[in-house]
């Protein structure tokens, strides 16, 4: 590795020369879209200093640093001021040659927060290529010149050592540098252990870039972006090789069954409409709430997670697999079809310590009261409502007096398994991470990889369709024009009410339908967070567990998921035991939701949310 201090404008500079490079082109057709990419594996870091001024702390930019490599070579390269720094992106683009058809992708961990130095001081490239933004202030993607800057957290989750762990031989080093206490400049010495820390983290982003390169960008001409949309272009591939083999199975023309498909796709979406809706309001995520008898109490729990509650109703439940089309509503319908309710419920009150209902999921309201959040009782609330949840909903809430919800609307769909393109795709990607924790190489990068493409099905499945376009030019702005809807879901092959159900399912028939056994049996649960619970310990809820667990390897049984990796698939499990196995209580306090600490042989742990 070679390390250069760029210290002024006139600095002779080498860079790593680009051995290969990748021909890509964006929407897969229109030639005039190709562009190459260089295999030169870049990223880029900054060290900034917080200092107090009258109206708040602001955070200035005192060392940056990049890195380039290529196959044979790694280059380091550290600056101290903008005026130098910025004259090498220009010798950098220049040196490459780069523009709209020759690309170098820079990674950058936290491109958020990068973004606000950068900001201003680039003229950045305005094609429809050019830019992406989850929301406004969250870039994905910015490019300068043809010099793409790109967040790597999207792709690997977590922080620089979470991807350092996951993707790279180089480690993060351990310990921060001081940016309070000390009030930093560019004329601020490093000690050598802080000149250390600021080359090994751009290392680890060349070591991420060339595994990204490896693994997704050679084989699939295509820079990924997020991690749902790595696994996405997986489903992709897995349907055309399905449909190809269909197509030369029953003689038909190439390309018809995929056609067929699409079709059917299209066919089964929502309106515009009706997909905003279901998003506003029908569209729950996971429970988390905390038991608002035991908040601020310092009390000994029992925590259990449900083993791949998302993956588990992906494999074993249903979902809707044909339009939804209105029906009069009959009570049996809710455990034939998938339901969409619209229902309207008056003067009811929560049966239970537990309140589930979300007040921004609620369509209107009259005297709502609330905890957390939450709704504990009103005079009148309208619903739209799975099945699912309909039924969660009538366990924890009723009407005072005693007259059954009015359901407005009922729209019904036959039930289905999600297809096989995906399932094959999830199942690949659960068995090997098993197969690696059951060899003992949990610990290993392999391990952590296949364990974040699993747990990426449930968000490739919610992922929504970008209706509004975010942009940057001197100021964010959200574009007033919204995109053809017709022509973004003709691009999809996933519907999504998919996720709608996996979501409501997991949610309700495993962890709100556990609330509910284990506190109708005495049971004090304090605190629950999508795919777990925390309890009092109880003889009870032991037995109650047991019984669960046993139903779901009789469902395993019965849906031939018999590979020996599935054993614990969806089954309740203790997170920490005693040295005989039986559970044991860890002690926790909760001010609540993502608000607890707790502490297992005298470590103490905190989440704390914002």
């Known amino acids: 590795m070679r390390v250069f201090d760029i210290l002024r404008l006139d600095e002779s500079l080498y860079f790593p020369p680009a051995l290969w490079s990748v021909h890509c082109g964006r929407a897969g057709k ?43 070579e790694t280059c380091v390269y550290l600056f101290r001021k903008w005026e130098v720094f910025l004259w090498f992106l220009d010798e950098l683009v220049s040196f490459y040659d780069l523009g709209e058809k020759r690309r170098l992708i820079m990674w950058v961990a936290n491109f958020s927060f990068e973004f606000q130095f950068l900001r201003e001081r680039l003229e950045w490239d305005r094609g429809e290529w050019d830019f992406f933004a989850k929301e406004e202030r969250e870039p994905l993607k910015a490019t300068y010149h043809g010099l793409e800057f790109r967040e790597a957290l999207s792709i690997s989750g977590g922080n620089l050592a979470h991807l350092a762990k996951t993707y790279c031989k180089t480690q993060k080093l351990v310990g921060d540098l001081d940016y309070k206490s000390i009030e930093r400049n560019s004329e601020t010495p490093l000690t050598d252990a802080e000149r250390a820390y600021c080359i090994n983290d751009v290392v680890i982003l060349s070591e991420f870039s060339q595994r990204i390169f490896a693994d997704y960008i050679r084989p699939y001409k295509k820079v990924p972006m997020t991690k749902t949309s790595i696994l996405i272009d997986e489903y992709k591939r897995n349907l055309k090789k399905q449909c190809r083999e269909r197509d030369k199975r029953l003689g038909l023309e190439a390309g018809e069954s995929l056609a067929s498909w699409m079709d059917y796709i299209h066919s089964c979406q929502p309106t515009e409409e009706t997909y905003k809706t279901w998003f506003d309001y029908l569209f729950r995520g996971g429970y988390v709430h905390a038991n608002a008898l035991y908040t601020d109490i310092t009390v000994y729990c029992i925590p259990r997670d449900i083993t791949s509650s998302y993956p588990t109703y992906m494999l074993l439940g249903y979902v809707p697999v044909t339009p939804f089309t209105p029906e009069p509503f009959r009570e049996e319908l809710l455990d034939k079809k998938c339901c969409i309710l619209r229902v309207q419920y008056d003067f009811i009150k929560t049966t239970t310590p537990h309140s589930i209902e979300s007040k921004n999921k609620i369509v209107s309201i009259i005297n709502g009261v609330f905890d957390n959040g939450r709704l504990v009782s009103c005079d009148f609330c309208e619903l739209w409502q799975t099945e699912h949840d309909f039924k969660a909903f009538n366990l924890f809430y009723r009407s005072q007096t005693g007259q059954p919800p009015t359901v407005v609307e009922c729209y019904t769909a036959k039930r289905g398994k999600i297809p096989s393109y995906v399932l094959d795709v999830l199942s690949k990607y659960y068995l090997r991470k098993q197969e690696l924790k059951a060899a003992g190489l949990n610990k290993t990068q392999d391990y952590a990889v296949a364990k974040i493409i699993t747990n990426s099905n449930f968000g490739a499945l919610v992922k929504r369709i970008r209706l509004q376009k975010i942009s940057y030019d001197h100021g964010w702005s959200t574009d007033t024009v919204t995109p053809d809807y017709n022509k973004e879901i003709e691009k999809t092959i996933l519907l999504p009410q998919w996720g709608i159900w996996v979501t409501a399912g997991a949610r309700c028939q495993y962890l709100l339908s556990m609330l509910y056994k284990l506190t109708i049996a005495g049971v004090d649960c304090v605190y629950l967070d999508t795919d777990s619970i925390k309890y009092r310990p109880s003889h009870k809820a032991e037995k109650i567990f047991q019984h669960y667990n046993n139903s779901v390897r009789r469902h395993l049984k019965n849906r031939k998921l018999r590979n020996p990796h599935f054993h614990d698939l969806g089954m309740y499990d203790v997170e920490e035991r005693d040295e005989n196995g039986r559970p044991r209580a860890v002690k926790m306090k909760t001010l609540g939701a993502k608000r607890y600490i707790y502490e297992v042989d005298g470590k103490v742990t905190a989440t704390i949310a914002g």
């Not at 005039?32 to 930019?61: C, H, K, P």
């Open 30 to 72: 229109d030639k005039d879209t190709s562009y190459d990419i260089l295999e030169v594996f870049a990223g880029y870091d900054t060290e900034t200093t917080n200092i107090r001024q009258i109206d708040g702390w602001y955070a200035y930019v005192y060392h940056f640093q990049i890195s380039l490599a290529n196959q044979r």
